[in-house]
Each structure stands twice: as structure tokens, then as C-alpha cells.
């Protein structure tokens, strides 16, 4: 994948672990690849700043990305509008009610914590991932202000007062959920590959 990759890089990576330095590499690869085909120009020449645990981003005028990975698998949005997107392995395997009972304030009521479903908290997660990568938000540092509602598909932070729409996508052995604005009919375009990291 290296020949895909510019020569900043290059040199980045080799200042990473060997796992971040493949991963790094790869992920920009795919990501230079699908703007590549989007944009009918060498992966080369994509200008994207895309730093170690940063967002990725482009130019202004040229959209906005986002990117996810898994195990096994990437995938990649573009949007002409701010874009969040997560993956996860639907096999994946957490105590759903102690996560749910860490992560997500409007879950700690424990009788209702023996209704939910390893699926339940699993989307949760993805959805609410997704927006803290719209925001370029923090993990640790948001997780806790985000409200998720299953019906209608809203998620609102509380602290900034933002609120986003959600997509939510089964594929396969993954799910996806996708973070926005837009209140009507969304088409993003999206490149799912499956991948051994």
C-alpha cells in the first residue's frame, strides 16, 4: 500500500508501532484510493490532511470525509456536508450492561438495564461514535454528554447543544451508523472494504 502513500506519509509512519504504522498507511491508502475514483484524479495527488488520531479532511470546496475501522474491515464516507461514520463487528464480544452502565448516563436505571440486548447497546455505540466524529470531538472526553434516541433517530449532545440525525446500516458481519444534519433524504457516498489489518 506504501505506493499509494506520499513520502510525509511514509515518515510518519515509521515513527508509529508496527501495528498504528500499518493501519495508518493502509487506511490512508483505501482513503486516497475511493477520492481518487471520486474526484477522477491520481490517489497522489488527493489533498488530504490526514494525521495519525486525527479526523482526516480536505481542502474546502472538496467535501467532507470520514473514516472507520475495524478487525477486518474499513469504510470511508464522502459528503458535501460534515459527515461521521463508525464501524463495529456485530460478533463483538463486551458485557453490554456494565458498558452501557458506564458510557451511557440515560441507561443506569437498573431495571431497565435487564432489557437490553447486546444489539441494542452495540448500535448505541456505533451511532453515538459516529457523532463525536462529525463533531472531531474526543472519546473520553464526550461520550458521556451524548443522548441517543432509537426512535426518532436523533443524537443530541447536551453540553454543546448539538443535535444530528443517524443512519444505522447492518452489512454483513459489521454495523454501520452514519452522523448528520440533514433532516431529509440523505445519499452519501460510501466505500465499505474488507480487510485483515
Known amino acids: 500500500m506504501q505506493d499509494v502513500a506520499t513520502v510525509e506519509e511514509i ?24 477520492l481518487s475514483t471520486l474526484f477522477d484524479l491520481n490517489p497522489l495527488e488527493i489533498p488530504i490532511n490526514a494525521h495519525p488520531g486525527e479526523p482526516p479532511s480536505l481542502p474546502f470546496g472538496m467535501g467532507n470525509i470520514s473514516l472507520s475501522h475495524c478487525k477486518d474491515a474499513i469504510t470511508i464516507v464522502w459528503h458535501k456536508s460534515k459527515i ?7 460478533d463483538r464480544n463486551f458485557n453490554h450492561i456494565k458498558f452501557a452502565e458506564k458510557y451511557f448516563f440515560n441507561t443506569n436505571n437498573s431495571i431497565h438495564n435487564k432489557y437490553l440486548t447486546k444489539d441494542m447497546i452495540l448500535n448505541q ?25 432509537e ?36 445519499n452519501p457516498e460510501i466505500i465499505c472494504s474488507s480487510k485483515n489489518f
Open 151 to 186: 426512535k426518532p433517530k436523533k443524537l443530541i449532545h447536551n453540553k454543546k447543544n448539538i443535535h444530528l440525525n443517524y443512519s444505522q446500516i447492518n452489512f454483513h458481519n459489521w454495523t454501520i451508523a452514519l452522523a448528520y444534519e440533514e433532516k431529509n433524504s440523505f
Open 84 to 90: 461521521g461514520i463508525d464501524i463495529e463487528r456485530t
Open 125 to 149: 455505540w456505533c451511532a453515538v461514535e459516529a457523532a463525536i466524529k462529525w463533531d472531531h470531538g474526543k472519546l473520553a472526553k464526550d461520550i458521556n454528554h451524548w443522548q441517543y434516541f
Open 11 to 34: 515518515k510518519t509512519a515509521k515513527n508509529l508501532s508496527n501495528s498504528r504504522s500499518k493501519i495508518f498507511l493502509e487506511t490512508r491508502a483505501y482513503l486516497r484510493k475511493s
